[in-house]
């Protein structure tokens, strides 16, 4: 398996702009988690998903952030409008549990590198 | 929520001697424990993970300890090695989520 794909893996951007991550799972995975990774924070978690329903969306900072999962194949993150303060790494991970039991092993991206400038 | 610390945030060691990181969690609730390691450019992968109903668990030089009365639990590397350098981050879980802590950059020196 190609393990979970995320692209782009770096955007510089302007402030004010639109951006889109996009994620692709483990085939066969049924629950997808978006962190976002600074050197002051460390790995959080903005939103979690189970079977492509958003479960717990309260990490996510500001509804400038929005995240969907339209199929078991596919996911978005995206932030309008794009802030400095926004700059990090944003990692998208999957597993093979969840639903109310034990998440177990996070298989994780390499991560998208975002910079707004 | 589960909140978890993690220190130290920086430890550099000699190759050949041992690394402890060490990690409290909030909730007693939670009942999964994982520890992750991120090389550079990376992202975090599982190298060893503890249950609640375990005190200790080894995997070749990797240990882990938990102590759930008092809501530790600790990462243990012996005879340490070059590959061993990383980010390592701890973790914490009751269900569906999982909390990390800030992370741990693991040098090891020669």
């Known amino acids: 398996d190609a393990g979970v794909i995320q692209s782009p893996r770096h955007e510089v951007t302007e402030m004010g702009q639109e951006v889109t991550l996009r994620c692709k799972p483990i085939?066969?995975?049924?629950?997808l988690f978006w962190y976002r990774q600074t050197m002051m924070r460390g790995l959080e978690l903005l939103i979690y998903f189970n079977n492509n329903v958003p479960i717990d969306d309260s990490g996510m900072p500001e509804d400038r952030f929005s995240a969907k999962m339209p199929n078991a194949s596919f996911s978005t993150l995206k932030i309008q409008p794009s802030e400095p303060r926004d700059s990090a790494v944003y990692f998208c991970a999957s597993s093979l549990g969840g639903g109310g039991g034990n998440t177990g092993e996070l298989f994780f991206g390499e991560g998208s590198r975002l910079t707004v400038l | 929520g589960e909140n978890v610390e993690q220190h130290p945030s920086t430890l550099s060691v000699q190759e050949g001697d041992s690394a402890v990181i060490k990690c409290t969690y909030s909730?007693?609730?939670?009942?999964?424990f994982p520890w992750y390691k991120q090389e550079l450019g990376k992202g975090p992968q599982l190298i060893i993970d503890i249950r609640s109903n375990v005190g200790e668990k080894k995997d070749q030089r990797i240990a882990v300890t938990l102590n759930k009365t008092a809501k530790h639990f600790s990462l243990h590397i012996t005879e340490t090695q070059p590959e061993d350098s990383a980010v390592y981050f701890c973790?914490?879980?009751?269900?569906?989520?999982?909390?990390f802590g800030k992370g741990t950059r693991l040098h090891i020196l020669p």
């Open positions: 909730d007693s609730a939670s009942n999964y």
């Open positions: 973790a914490a879980s009751g269900g569906d989520k999982i909390i």
């Open positions: 085939s066969g995975h049924n629950s």
